[in-house]
Nanobody, 123 residues
């Protein structure tokens, strides 16, 4: 099991940027594919982006449309989500997740989750 801690959320105006971090500990981070999901109260957990253990493959949710970049630094045991051109509809709690299996858009594929970080985008 790997422990994940997100940071970097906050309040930003529409059009602004935030960089979320996902710090991992407990097991070698480089063995895990990592993803970001987001959730609004009362709604399902939505896939944002995922990255393979070596960074060779990355996938994004349809709504991202080139605004976000997922990345990782295995030497620092940290994953990142750079979010640009933020919109009010991006407001949600953002979660980092990890799997020893293959990255997926399905949250049930991930066994390890962080506690989430709130992102609020004002109009």
């Amino acid at each position: 099991q790997v422990q994940l801690v997100e940071s970097g959320g906050g309040l930003v105006q529409a059009g602004g940027s935030l960089r979320l971090s996902c710090a991992a500990s407990g097991r070698p981070f480089s063995r895990y594919d990592v993803a970001w999901f987001r959730q609004i109260p009362g709604k399902w957990r939505e896939f944002v982006a995922s990255i393979s253990w070596n960074g060779a493959s990355r996938y994004y949710g349809d709504f991202v449309k080139g605004r976000f970049i997922i990345d990782r630094d295995n030497g620092k045991n940290t994953g990142y989500l750079q979010m640009n051109s933020l919109k009010p509809e991006d407001t949600a709690v953002y979660y980092c997740a990890a799997t020893r299996g293959t990255q997926s858009r399905d949250p049930s594929s991930y066994g390890d989750w962080g506690q989430g970080t709130q992102v609020t985008v004002s109009s």
